[in-house]
């Protein structure tokens, strides 16, 4: 489970819309929460510091940043009061620096095993497109990275009269072991945000077509034999998680896991439509995932159907909230 999870605040409301996932997450699993509020001189401030040193008469910056900590931690103050945080161990934490820099640093220094962002922030950026530290951090972050979009409402599941709840997790793979390295963090969050039942994660690969138009038959036989390995390969995975999730007999939720191949021409389309269609998740339930998640990069940073560039168009496309993964062991 999660015991360290870090929030990163702007000061924006875009930004405390991860307040509640985190504190969701944080309840499922008994985790501490730690607000982190990067603060800065004011860019404003920059061309009348530089006039005061032209006339000699300098204005100290550090009492410039000593004034923007204290509002931080004001606002942290603010911010603990939330009723979503009811409950929960909270560490306010104030750093000065580079945002990015200063995000990604915090979490090596505090030993965060999982961060919780919105994908806008300050700036107000556009609709289907990532702010600039939220893409920065999703790149370079060594721990999981749940990154909030829109559609924040698919994660925060309501539960029902009979208080079982739980959020469906789709997982891309793509047979590489860089790849399996969102397992686990999706797992965990999978058994954090079910309610009074199991955690649903639902494994999916996609198989990208050579090309558009009639296959050959030598195509169609080597796609077949994919289909075959592939299904080998993600019943596989389905054990591997069972037999985990059947050693902490005793502990709930447990996990529904299922799995299935799709196959199309473009495989960043092919993830977001199954994630935004439900495929995987049966014809007669209105269930809807409420995350997709996947790695950074693929079979050794290579192609496969390379996962990492697939990442980058996902992020920059999909409406749902992502868990990014970035493989301990890839190089940089």
């Not at 530290?133 to 599941?157: D, F, G, W, Y």
């Not at 069972?242 to 939720?253: E, H, L, R, S």
Request: proline share 4%.
């Amino acid at each position: 489970m999660f015991q360290r999870i870090l929030v990163p605040l702007d000061g924006s409301t875009r930004s405390e819309q991860a307040i509640p996932v985190a504190a969701l997450i944080a309840h499922g699993c008994g985790a501490t929460l730690i607000l982190l509020r990067v603060a800065n001189v004011p860019k404003e401030y920059g061309f009348y510091l530089f006039e005061s040193y032209i006339a000699q008469t300098p204005i100290l910056i550090d009492q410039v940043l000593n004034e923007e900590q204290d509002k931080a931690r004001n606002y942290l103050d603010i911010v603990q009061q939330m009723p979503e945080l009811a409950g929960i161990q909270v560490e306010p934490l104030v750093l000065n620096g580079a945002e990015a820099q200063t995000i990604l640093e915090a979490t090596e220094q505090q030993h965060v095993d999982l961060m919780v962002m919105s994908g806008h922030g300050h700036n107000g950026f556009k609709s289907g497109t990532l702010g600039s530290v939220a893409m920065k951090v999703t790149r370079h972050s060594n721990c999981p990275v749940l990154v909030l979009r829109q559609e924040q409402a698919r994660l925060i599941s309501v539960q029902t009269s009979s208080n079982v709840s739980m959020v469906p997790i789709l997982v891309a793979l793509d047979g590489s072991t860089f790849a399996e390295a969102v397992l686990e963090p999706a797992t965990t969050l999978a058994q954090a945000l079910a309610i009074g039942g199991p955690g649903r994660l639902h494994l999916l690969e996609v198989l990208r077509l050579p090309h558009q138009g009639t296959l050959t038959q030598q195509e169609r036989g080597a796609i077949a034999r994919y289909r075959t390995e592939t299904s080998h390969y993600l019943n596989g995975v389905v054990s591997k998680i069972t037999q985990k999730d059947d050693q902490k007999a005793g502990q709930t939720p447990h996990l529904d896991v299922t799995w299935s191949l799709e196959q199309g021409h473009d495989v960043a389309e092919t993830l977001i439509h199954a994630a935004t269609e439900g495929i995987g998740l049966g014809e007669d339930t209105n269930e809807e995932y409420g995350v997709l998640a996947l790695a950074t990069h693929g079979r050794g940073g290579l192609q496969r159907w390379a996962v990492g560039s697939t990442t980058d168009r996902v992020i920059k496309s999909s409406e749902l909230p992502l868990l990014i993964v970035r493989p301990a062991h890839m190089g940089e």
